[in-house]
């Protein structure tokens, strides 16, 4: 019940498509939900996050789609560039009982083909 | 300001030996946390730590590691009598308060990777 399953394993996307990243949860206490960056030999970095009180959440290129019925959740990254290509991780947390005890997704490596 | 500094970044350690990793939070922050990522996968929670205090060890190992953060100086994560399968990466993050985001944002450093031969 504290798993958190990502889809797909690998990606690779055309510049200036759109990549989508899916992620699902079984935990219904979890309510927050984060989506990290992740670069070879470098740390995760917290490129968006959302709460289960919205459905969406833009931020530039980068946007969270959450459907707290089916408990899943997509990244959207629009006129994907190859500087996006990295490794992404979605997460979860209960905020209640340590927000930042994160459970993570398995990670999607993305491709930015030129 | 400096970020979430780690080191050493790469230790290769013989089967049998100790491992310690060490942590600074970036400035002004007072709560870390350990995840360890193996191969091919997502980060696992291990640990969180105030000063001199344990919060919530639910994801370490019952032997063989432990986890300090003291009132002076880095968290460190000690690895006793490594073997093959402590092979990852271990990253550490902190936070400037044990609350919930996003105003309260946790910081990854770099990650230590661990090799046992």
């Known amino acids: 019940q504290q798993q958190v399953k990502q889809s797909p394993q690998s990606l690779i996307v055309q510049k200036g498509g759109i990549s989508i990243i899916n992620c699902a949860y079984e935990n219904t206490a979890f309510d927050y939900f984060p989506w990290y960056q992740q670069f070879p030999g470098k740390g995760p970095a917290l490129l968006i996050a959302?709460?289960?009180?919205?459905s969406e959440k833009k931020e530039g290129r980068f946007t969270i789609s959450f459907n707290k019925s089916a408990k899943q959740f997509s990244l959207h990254i629009m006129d994907s560039q190859p500087g996006d290509s990295a490794t992404y991780f979605c997460?979860?947390?209960?905020?209640?009982?340590?927000?930042?005890?994160?459970?993570f997704g398995q990670g999607t490596r993305l491709t930015i083909n030129p | 300001n400096a970020g979430v500094m780690q080191n050493p970044r790469h230790l290769v350690r013989r089967r049998g030996q100790e491992a310690r990793l060490r942590c600074s939070p970036m400035?002004?922050?007072?709560?870390v946390y350990w995840y360890r990522q193996l191969p091919e996968e997502g980060l696992k929670f291990m640990v969180y730590l105030q000063k001199e205090n344990i919060i919530d060890e639910s994801g370490m190992p019952k032997e063989r590691f432990s986890a300090e953060f003291p009132k002076e100086g880095p968290s460190i994560l000690r690895i006793q009598q490594v073997v093959r399968g402590d092979s990852a990466a271990y990253f550490c993050?902190?936070?400037?308060?044990?609350?919930?985001?996003?105003?309260?944002?946790?910081?990854f450093g770099e990650g230590s990777w661990l090799t046992v031969v």
């Open positions: 993050a902190s936070s400037s308060t044990g609350g919930p985001p996003p105003g309260n944002t946790i910081y």
């Open positions: 997460a979860a947390s209960n905020m209640g009982k340590g927000a930042q005890k994160l459970v």
């Open positions: 959302i709460r289960p009180d919205v």
């Open positions: 400035k002004g922050h007072s709560h």
